[in-house]
């Protein structure tokens, strides 16, 4: 079994705009010291079944269906005082913005002493002796002083550490990262994803990595999901995904990515058109308005995401021989890069 099963996953909020349809069937699953990557444009419902898998997102205008499973146990069943015990402790999570995600008017060490004590019975010195591990095991350097630091003392580098170090404070069975690395440089996004590697290594965690980038999927997942419309378009092994990939959708993203052996005055091919509104999602395939290669069956019928090969599905129209055909050609070391 794995450790995190997410099964038919349907969650909408009421807008004065209409039903947004965020997430629309997901179904995912995580396995002990593995890395599953969630990438798809933005508004492809990464986040939102992110969000939800943490009990973030039961609010009065949304309806979540489905099943979130943690070791056979439901959490979108367990009542909010259980599912608090469960979050941070069992399941933790980097947020995309460190900046607004640690407080501003509390010290480094204060936050996460404070993770410590709302899920175990120790002493404030005892807290403070895990914090300063903690931030010691994520490389920030005179830990002991950036105990009584305030965030916007530290560079962007730091604070996503530190949120790494408060995320993995309680050594959680199961990390989500929501775009972990955007608002860093190349160089700094490198160490948080080597740290990252490392640290999952050493613990053993299940990672679900939530990203728009497919070179940080390329660098740290084992799995693929993609995400587009609030649905998975295409799943399977990080090789069958990048070196075999059978949804237009995918083979999108792929060549929009610079490739490090082209010239400088190569253009990019930028996937044409917008993601769609999930207030008003296409009928048919989501993708069918933006996909040159739509027939006459896609604005029509919803595909299924049936598998392809073993351990690799995708929901698409097309023939598997003419997927499989295309699929070679756009195939990208790029991603690789």
């Keep these: 079994m794995a450790l995190l099963e997410i099964r038919d996953l349907h969650v909408s909020f009421a807008t004065r705009d209409g039903i947004v349809h965020a997430v629309d069937g997901v179904s995912l699953s ?181 990203t728009h980038d497919l070179g940080v999927i390329a660098e740290t997942a084992d799995e693929v999901a993609v995400m587009y419309a609030g649905r998975v378009a295409e799943l399977g092994a990080l090789v069958g995904v990048l070196d075999a990939p059978e949804h237009p959708y995918t083979w999108g993203l792929l060549q929009s990515l610079p490739s490090a052996d082209a010239s400088r005055d190569q253009p990019l091919h930028p996937i044409e058109g917008t993601p769609p509104s999930l207030i008003a999602v296409p009928s048919g395939c989501p993708f069918h308005p933006r996909c040159p290669y739509v027939m006459a069956v896609c604005p029509r019928e919803e595909p299924a995401l049936l598998p392809t090969r073993p351990g690799h599905t995708v929901a698409c129209h097309l023939p598997v021989p003419t997927r499989r055909r295309i699929g070679a050609a756009v195939r990208a070391p790029n991603a690789r890069a």
């Design 30 to 210: 995580v396995d002990r010291g593995r890395t599953l990557g969630v990438v798809g444009e933005s508004g492809s419902g990464k986040s939102v079944t992110a969000l939800t898998v943490m009990g973030l997102t039961r609010l009065p205008n949304a309806t979540i269906e489905g099943h979130v499973l943690l070791d056979g146990v439901d959490l979108l069943a367990l009542p909010g005082d259980e599912l608090r015990r469960v979050r941070g402790k069992r399941v933790a999570m980097i947020f995309q913005d460190p900046l607004s995600s640690l407080h501003p008017l509390y010290k480094i060490g204060w936050q996460i002493e404070e993770a410590i004590r709302a899920h175990e019975r120790v002493s404030e010195k005892a807290a403070r002796a895990r914090a300063l591990e903690a931030l010691t095991e994520v490389g920030i350097p005179s830990p002991g002083d950036r105990l009584s630091s305030y965030p916007h003392e530290l560079s962007g580098g730091m604070r996503q550490r530190v949120m790494i170090a408060m995320a993995l404070v309680l050594d959680p069975e199961i990390l989500i990262a929501d775009e972990p690395t955007t608002a860093l440089d190349v160089t700094v996004q490198a160490q948080i994803l080597d740290l990252m590697r490392a640290l999952q290594a050493e613990h053993g965690t299940a990672v679900l990595l939530i």
